[in-house]
């Protein structure tokens, strides 16, 4: 299982948008289960778990990790792609210049070393800037830093 996916198209975003999908990706994270098996914990019809199972395995959200034969009946056991799902920033910009480019997301390339180091500048950057709080003309921002396309 990836340690994170990153969501980049509408699709996917519309298929974990869903509260109940998202209640079946935090069970299926528990451990693989079958439909049925979702389908008896929640006591609700496995037509309806199978409709949004197919629907997160469509958008690639989920995978079958196993199959099972029972009374001649295969079992496809699911879980989720990625222990985290989070949307790619570019898929939320909502300007209508489409050519104009977020000046504060970036793609960096560095060795895990250079990481440490960097993560280090950037919480004593942050820590620096947080005692400064109060000040006038000041705004509030978040920062990530999320791994791109890690397996």
């Not at 299926?28 to 496995?46: F, H, N, S, V």
């Not at 199959?67 to 985290?84: D, G, H, L, M």
């Not at 390339?109 to 280090?120: D, N, P, R, T």
């Amino acid at each position: 299982m990836k340690k994170l996916l990153v969501i980049d198209n509408l699709a996917q975003l519309k298929s974990v948008s869903d509260p109940f999908r998202i209640e079946l990706l935090t069970m299926l994270a528990e451990k693989p289960k079958t439909g049925q098996m979702l389908a008896d914990e929640l006591d609700i019809p496995r037509a309806k778990i199978h409709y949004h199972l197919n629907e997160l395995l469509k958008n690639e959200i989920i995978h079958v990790v196993k199959t099972e034969e029972k009374n001649s009946i295969i079992q496809k056991f699911y879980e989720p792609v990625a222990r985290k799902v989070v949307p790619n920033i570019d898929l939320l910009k909502y300007s209508q210049d489409e050519k104009k480019k977020d000046s504060m997301s970036y793609n960096l390339h560095m060795k895990e070393e250079e990481l440490k180091q960097f993560k280090k500048d950037l919480r004593n950057f942050v820590k620096n800037s947080s005692e400064k709080k109060n000040a006038k003309n000041t705004k509030d921002y978040k920062v990530q830093i999320l791994p791109l396309g890690e397996e």
